[in-house]
């Protein structure tokens, strides 16, 4: 069995890209795959999405807005993760629709309305994501990603439980690229031979053993 941890900003382009190659892994590869997408709240995430919305490094006030958002995002994502993967997954997507796609601003009435069409109790919804489970559920997503030492958005890491106790950490990674690693196709320790750094590029994708 393989593992696929997807560290992601919930409000990032790329990382709606990335979760939707993830996706289309587990449907086109033989293997099982079981994978988790993980949010990820640092200032580096921060201020690319700031940088992405044209506002200054300086501007304490957006700063502070993006910030906000994006951890009332997330809590809300963990508390419709409380009422199963599926429907966690299908909240945090459609959020993403509303927001990126529809151009909606984030509120307490969106999440709401998206909470319903994904079919969660909505009562315990709005208590779940001002729990103290949420908040802890946040905060072990981020000691996860210290431990796997990962500090940028749509950063992939795989383990495959069954062959080895290693496992792959892919920045920028292409599809392609993770197809191929998880398929046994990609020898992580071959490429990385091959290079004196422990870390490789490939198709622009950096490769690093865990």
Not at 3 to 23: I, K
Not at 92 to 110: E, F, N, P, R, T
Not at 180 to 202: I, R, W
Request: glycine letters at 4%; one cysteine or more.
């Amino acid at each position: 069995m393989l593992e696929v941890y997807l560290f992601v900003n919930p409000l990032g382009e790329q990382c709606v890209r990335d979760e939707q190659n993830v996706l289309r892994l587990a449907n086109d590869s033989d293997k099982q795959i079981q994978f988790q997408f993980v949010p990820l709240l640092n200032i580096n995430v921060i201020q690319k999405a700031m940088q992405r919305q044209g506002f200054k490094p300086s501007d304490w006030q957006a700063q502070n807005q993006q910030s906000q958002t994006l951890y009332r995002l997330i809590l809300d994502y963990k508390a419709a993760l409380f009422q199963g993967k599926k429907r966690g997954l299908n909240f945090l997507i459609a959020m993403q629709d509303a927001l990126l796609k529809a151009g909606q601003s984030y509120s307490v009435a969106l999440a709401q309305d998206v909470a319903k069409q994904c079919k969660i109790d909505l009562d315990m919804f709005m208590e779940d994501r001002d729990s103290d489970l949420a908040k802890q559920a946040f905060h072990a997503d981020q000691r996860l990603a210290s431990e796997m030492a990962i500090t940028e958005s749509s950063s992939a890491v795989v383990f495959d439980c069954d062959n080895y106790d290693y496992g792959v950490l892919l920045e920028q990674f292409t599809y392609n690229t993770l197809f191929d690693l998880v398929n046994g196709q990609l020898d992580p320790f071959q490429a990385l031979n091959q290079h004196t750094k422990n870390c490789v590029s490939l198709d622009n994708t950096q490769l690093h053993v865990l």
